[in-house]
C-alpha cells in the first residue's frame, strides 16, 4: 500500500526583519544627516558624528537593546534640529549687523545672540521721538529691510516696549506702560501689514520701567532704556555643545 506524503506546517522566516530595521534606521539617519549638513562645517560634523555614535553604540539591531532605541533618536534629532537652528543664527547676526553698519545705526541698533534667541534691541532716538509711538519715517526702510530677513524663517517673534522710569502723563498715554505698549505694537504693524510677515509668529508685551537693562540713575542709562526689542525665538533648547557657536 503507498504511503501517503506528510507535509510539515510552513513557516515564515522573519529573520530578515533586524537587518531590515537596521537598513531603515541608517536611511533615516542618512535624511537627518543630509538635511542638518546644508551648511556644514568640521565643528557641526563631529557634533553630528557624536550624536549618531549614540544612537548607533553597540552594533545592536534597532529593535534589539539600548543602541537605536526611540528616545535616543528623538534627542539627538533634537540636538541637530538645535545645532542647525544656531548656525542659522549666527548668520543672520552677522548679516544684520553688516546691514545695521551700512545704514549707519551700530550705535543705536544692537544684535545679541544668547539661549533666548536672536534679539534687535533698538533705541529710541532713532525710531522714536521722545514721549511718542510713532514710527519715524526715516526708520522705516530698517524695519522692513530686518522684516525681510526674517520672512523665511518659522520662529516666533515677539517685540518687547521698554521705557525708563520717568513718569508720563499726558492725553495720549496714561503710563510708560501705554506708551511702551503702543510702540511695541507699532513696531509689529509695519512687520505684518508692509513686511508682510505672518501675524501667527507674534506676540508682544509691555515691559515700560519694569524690566530695566540699564541703570535709570542717570540720563545715559535711562536713554539705552528707551528701547524696543526684536526677539527672533528659539524653538529648540541652545545646548553646550551648539552654543559655542554664539557671539
Not at 138 to 148: A, C, E, H, K, Y
Amino acid at each position: 500500500m503507498k504511503g501517503k506524503k506528510k507535509h510539515d506546517e510552513e513557516h515564515i522566516d522573519e529573520n530578515w526583519l533586524l537587518p531590515y530595521s537596521d537598513m531603515l534606521t541608517l536611511l533615516l539617519a542618512l535624511f537627518i544627516v543630509m538635511f542638518a549638513m546644508s551648511k556644514v562645517d568640521s565643528e557641526k560634523f563631529k557634533q553630528l558624528s557624536q550624536q549618531f555614535n549614540v544612537i548607533f553604540q553597540g552594533g545592536s539591531g534597532a529593535l534589539q537593546g539600548t543602541g537605536g532605541s526611540p528616545m535616543q533618536l528623538s534627542n539627538s534629532t533634537a540636538e541637530m534640529n538645535s545645532i542647525v537652528e544656531q548656525d542659522k543664527m549666527v548668520g543672520l547676526k552677522a548679516t544684520l549687523e553688516e546691514e545695521i553698519k551700512k545704514d549707519g545705526y551700530q550705535d543705536k541698533v544692537n544684535v545679541n545672540l544668547d539661549a533666548e534667541g536672536l534679539s534687535i534691541n533698538i533705541q529710541e532716538a532713532v525710531i522714536f521721538n521722545s514721549g511718542e509711538a510713532e514710527i519715524l519715517s526715516n526708520f522705516n526702510p530698517v524695519l522692513l529691510q530686518i522684516s525681510n530677513m526674517l520672512k523665511n524663517l518659522d520662529n516666533d517673534i515677539r517685540i518687547s516696549g521698554h521705557t525708563d522710569n520717568v513718569p508720563i502723563h499726558n492725553s495720549k498715554y496714561r503710563s510708560n506702560w501705554d506708551l511702551s505698549y503702543m510702540r511695541a505694537s507699532n513696531v509689529m504693524n509695519v512687520m505684518v501689514d508692509q513686511g508682510h510677515l505672518s501675524p501667527e509668529k507674534f506676540q508682544i508685551q509691555a515691559l515700560g520701567e519694569y524690566k530695566p537693562k540699564y541703570d535709570n540713575s542717570t540720563e545715559a542709562g535711562r536713554a539705552k532704556n528707551r528701547s524696543v526689542d526684536i526677539l527672533l525665538v528659539r524653538k529648540y533648547t541652545l545646548t553646550s555643545k551648539t552654543s559655542n557657536k554664539a557671539n
